[in-house]
């Protein structure tokens, strides 16, 4: 609060001043800008096109109207696709959030041993996700692997494996996020808390996960489009299989661009998802309440 | 209070945006990246070759190493670069980069429907009358593995590597202890099967996670049933093919094999590609595998002893009641090289095509546990790693009246793909004969 003030004050001393000691400047957002533009908004208005088009890699794109997007509703496989992703959507969410959000406010604290064990939670994030698919792919081997059971040979095993293996690999990422939001809470609500009496599962539902609120959504979001776009996993590990039990819509779209080289459909499957990537996002985003940036510390 | 919420509408729009924005990165960077790696079609000076990057690559590059010294690729003036494109990623591979800058010169292939969309869109040189000029490309080739490539009646391929009938293959070691002799009936197969599974011994290794090694079985028991005519229609494009009483009966042959555990109860999940299936056969826990012929090769580079003294071999038997010859064949005649048309430099190109056809290439090939599909094979099959392994494959295909080219490479990338998940879905159980065979005929 007292930053603010402070800012608001120079803001009257004169507008020359503000202007070097103020927002910065929009030039410092041109690399992001253009980094942007090129490999996501570029890319984006291009699939857009590709959509309206039948393309098979070679040649030109040829103009066919909504016909890819009569295909994609017409087609018996989304139906279930769409469910698969929400649900691998959902059961990633469930499962990382859960965890992360312990282990990031474990290591929020200042036990002994701490910043070892964070260290080492945080290596699969380091890793390819290539290389962890291939090597839980190895794992799960149903002859050779070390369990030696048909993980991936069922519906429930080959996604239980999906999301866990995801999991695996983007816990350390949100538990870092977590731990730099509960790091952020105030020493002195506990303090209160505890001359209040409250114990430790008390402190933490009443004052931990509140003043994590904005740090779950921003987690939420993060886990909920990354799991829209999760692909390689399921690549490697299931092909979409057994049948088609595991053929989330990341695969389907790859399946139909670089398996079927229909590039105009898988395009319509790819369009589809970044609109429901940022209609989600926009929806988890008003819901919580995270938009109007209310602090989480008001009356502090 | 009215301005502050415009400014965070927009930041929301921005994070909303740039979140969702990752989930075209993907295929838009597959779109826009086209242009990385290889020289491709560009001076002239350096010709490049893509081919599927397996065990018998070897073959190849000494191929190129030999070419690239010689007198016509100093005459034509280049050389030519060897790219190994690794196996499962070859088709979207090849597909990428024919549609950028950067496309090679001279690619592996399947021919027929796996070249026909290059051929559609004007990307092949048509090889019909540079092999009718040239003596050493007319006689170099068994006449009936080179047009088994064609699209229309003209030759887009040279026959690059050997032929590859699709086998079954038998644990001798196996075979030998259970007292067993490998089948020539489909009642005899299932008689074993059952004697097998007694002994807790798998009976066929299958890599049911990549697909097309399902594939095969249909193909065989679709040609046995109802001979090569049934498939030929559906490849003609007539998808009321699938409709044939073989087909059906095929599949439902298929059903009973799977629900008789005669697959292992995992083999939805073990791949082929990735060395599970082999693994599983050499090592005894499956007594059989129905495979192309490259499995001497597979396992000969990854279990040698078994590969030299246990590995045996035996034509696909015959289905009681089918009207198809015994002696039919399904599998790959061969892999093609076809040319860019947008080479800089056709004549290397094509000088390194008739090195395909020389003594010394056939010879690696052979070396390499290969049959080659060159009109001087035979002769040299007599110093082939496994002698009676080469002269098996080569009498099976020589004498066979119908050799069918695999479904999936016939059909083309669209409809083979589309192919697959259905028989995917066959063989994990997820669909009946009757739901595989009318998903089939909705196929376009």
Same mark, same amino acid.
């Given at each position: 609060m007292t930053s603010t003030v402070q800012k608001t004050s120079t803001v009257e001393q004169g507008s020359r001043k503000a202007s070097r000691v103020g927002r910065p400047h929009a030039v410092w957002a041109l690399p992001a800008v253009l980094f942007f533009t090129f490999f996501a908004v570029v890319p984006m208005g291009l699939a857009l096109y590709l959509s309206f088009t039948s393309w098979d890699g070679l040649g030109d794109p040829r103009p066919v109207g909504l016909d890819n997007w009569k295909k994609l509703l017409d087609d018996p496989r989304l139906t279930q696709s769409l469910t698969l992703t929400v649900v691998l959507t959902v059961a990633s969410w469930a499962f990382q959030t859960v965890v992360a959000l312990l282990l990031g406010v474990w290591a929020a604290g200042r036990q002994r041993n701490r910043a070892v064990l964070s260290a080492i939670f945080f290596v699969p994030f380091l890793l390819s996700s290539t290389a962890i698919a291939i090597l839980f792919y190895a794992l799960l081997d149903p002859n050779f692997g070390i369990i030696q059971a048909d993980t991936l040979g069922s519906q429930s095993g080959a996604f239980l494996a999906i999301v866990f293996v995801g999991g695996w690999q983007f816990m350390p990422f949100h538990t870092l996020i977590y731990q730099g939001g509960a790091r952020q809470i105030p020493e002195v609500l506990y303090q209160a808390a505890a001359i209040d009496g409250a114990g430790r599962y008390r402190q933490f539902f009443s004052i931990t996960l509140p003043q994590l609120r904005h740090t779950i959504t921003t987690s939420t979001v993060l886990i909920v489009v990354g799991s829209l776009t999760y692909f390689e996993t399921v690549?490697?590990?299931?092909?979409?299989?057994?049948?088609?039990?595991?053929?989330?819509?990341?695969?389907?779209?790859y399946e139909a661009g670089f398996k079927q080289y229909d590039f105009g459909y898988a395009s319509a499957i790819a369009t589809s998802l970044v609109i429901a990537a940022?209609?989600?996002?926009?929806?988890?985003?008003?819901?919580?309440?995270f938009g109007s940036m209310r602090s989480t510390r008001e009356g502090m | 209070m009215e301005s502050n919420r415009g400014r965070t509408f927009s930041r929301r729009w921005f994070l909303g945006a740039g979140t969702a924005s990752l989930a075209t990165a993907g295929l838009g960077a597959g779109l826009t990246g086209c242009g990385s790696g290889g020289s491709g079609a560009g001076d002239g000076k350096t010709v490049t070759a893509f081919v599927y990057g397996d065990d018998a690559v070897k073959v190849q590059q000494a191929a190129v190493d030999r070419y690239n010294k010689s007198a016509a690729a100093k005459k034509a003036g280049g050389t030519i670069r060897l790219q190994k494109v690794p196996g499962s990623d070859y088709s979207p591979k090849l597909r990428t980069a024919m549609g950028s800058p950067s496309a090679p010169d001279v690619f592996f292939n399947w021919g027929g429907g796996s070249i026909r969309t290059y051929e559609e869109a004007g990307k092949l040189v048509d090889l019909t009358d540079i092999i009718a000029d040239d003596p050493v490309l007319k006689s170099g080739f068994l006449p009936s593995v080179l047009s088994a490539g064609d699209l229309k009646g003209r030759h887009y391929g040279i026959p690059m590597r050997g032929m590859q009938p699709v086998i079954l293959f038998y644990n001798k070691s196996v075979f030998a202890e259970h007292k067993l002799q490998p089948p020539t009936t489909w009642d005899q197969l299932l008689d074993i099967n059952a004697k097998l599974k007694k002994a807790k011994i798998t009976p066929f290794a299958l890599g049911g996670s990549d697909l097309w090694p399902n594939l095969m079985w249909l193909e065989y028991l679709v040609d046995r049933l109802g001979g090569p005519e049934v498939f030929k229609r559906i490849q003609d494009g007539d998808s009321e093919g699938w409709g044939d009483p073989a087909v059906l009966r095929a599949a439902e042959l298929v059903k009973q094999l799977v629900d008789d555990g005669a697959f292992g109860s995992k083999f939805t999940s073990v791949s082929y590609v990735n060395g599970g299936a082999p693994a599983v056969f050499a090592k005894g826990k499956a007594a059989m595998h129905l495979m192309g012929s490259w499995e001497y090769s597979t396992q000969l580079g990854k279990f040698p002893d078994f590969a030299k003294s246990n590995l045996g071999w035996a034509a696909f038997p015959t289905v009681e009641g089918g009207t198809g010859d015994v002696r039919n064949v399904v599998g790959n005649p061969t892999n093609y090289w076809? %040319?860019?048309?947008?080479?800089?430099?056709?004549?290397?190109?094509?000088?390194?095509?008739?090195?395909?056809?020389?003594?010394?290439?056939a010879k690696d090939l052979v070396a390499n546990g290969d049959v080659p599909t060159t009109s001087n094979a035979k002769k040299l099959l007599a110093s082939a790693p496994n002698p009676e392994y080469a002269t098996f494959q080569y009498d099976l295909v020589e004498k066979a009246p119908a050799f069918t080219l695999s479904w999936d490479q016939a059909l083309g990338d669209a409809l083979g793909t589309k192919m697959h998940t259905? %028989?995917?879905?066959?063989f994990a159980g997820k669909s009946s004969p009757s739901e595989f065979v009318t998903a089939c005929k909705g196929l376009k």
């Open positions: 690549l490697i590990l299931t092909k979409g299989g057994p049948g088609t039990d595991t053929a989330i819509l990341p695969y389907l779209m940022t209609g989600l996002s926009l929806v988890l985003v008003r819901l919580s309440g | 076809s %040319i860019n048309a947008r080479t800089k430099n056709k004549d290397l190109a094509v000088g390194f095509l008739k090195e395909c056809a020389s003594e010394a290439y259905e %028989i995917g879905k066959l």
